[in-house]
Nanobody
Framework: QVQLVESGGGLVQPGGSLRLSCAAS????????MDWYRQAPGKQRELVAA???????NYADSVKGRFTISRDNAKNTVYLQMSNLKPEDTAVYFC???????????????WGQGIQVTVSL
């Protein structure tokens, strides 16, 4: 059984920063891509940032230059450093682990439970 647990969300003022973490636990031996998505009220879930196992990155246009995704393969953890936050960044943020291997065998894709980020005065 694989679980993804997010942390680091909360309330921040516009222009502020937050760092999200997402750690995979269980019998994880490797993870291909690790992504961050977000979903604002009344909107569809959207991809915010993605990072491959060899650390190639991809960002939504709306966060380029403000957010940085990184990962620690030894810890099966992905991070999202968010700077210069704007009210429109307010959403529930989800991490996603693509093509997880458990004890050397592909065991599926997994979502975290989501964590709230609120940008407001």
């Amino acid at each position: 059984q694989v679980q993804l647990v997010e942390s680091g969300g909360g309330l921040v003022q516009p222009g502020g920063s937050l760092r999200l973490s997402c750690a995979a636990s269980g019998s994880v031996s490797s993870i291909d891509a690790m992504d961050w998505y977000r979903q604002a009220p009344g909107k569809q879930r959207e991809l915010v940032a993605a990072i491959s196992r060899n650390t190639m990155t991809n960002y939504a246009d709306s966060v380029k230059g403000r957010f940085t995704i990184s990962r620690d393969n030894a810890k099966n953890t992905v991070y999202l450093q968010m700077s210069n936050l704007k009210p429109e960044d307010t959403a529930v943020y989800f991490c996603f682990a693509d093509r997880v291997q458990c004890s050397g065998v592909v065991c599926g894709d997994y979502w975290g439970q989501g964590i709230q980020v609120t940008v407001s005065l």
